[in-house]
């Protein structure tokens, strides 16, 4: 049986806490003062990062790394989501990075 993502998340030292939201739920735009990494587990969610015009989808499995200070907004998808997210001090993620299922 493939590895869960709250194991592989464990594996790197991260401790996941988990979240949900429905339908069409949005984030408006904000940053936080710490770095997170966030893991789809089940649905999908838009991640805008407004200063760059960047947007990145993701899908169950896929993994998105944000650094302090990196504003973003969020859109979940018509099936609702749910995610794993982990903090981490400030300047750990050397960038925002989106992690396709199965690459991390």
Known sequence: MPEGLDSRLRREGLVPG??????GDRYAAHEHAYDKVIAVEAGSIRFGLPA???AVDLNAGDRLDLPAGTMHDALVGEDGVSCLEAH??????????RHPSGTW
Not at 18 to 23: C, E, F, V
Not at 89 to 96: F, I
């Open 18 to 23: 988990r979240w949900s939201n429905g339908p």
């Open 52 to 54: 760059t015009g960047w």
């Open 88 to 97: 981490l001090p400030a300047g750990s993620l050397p960038g925002p990075a």
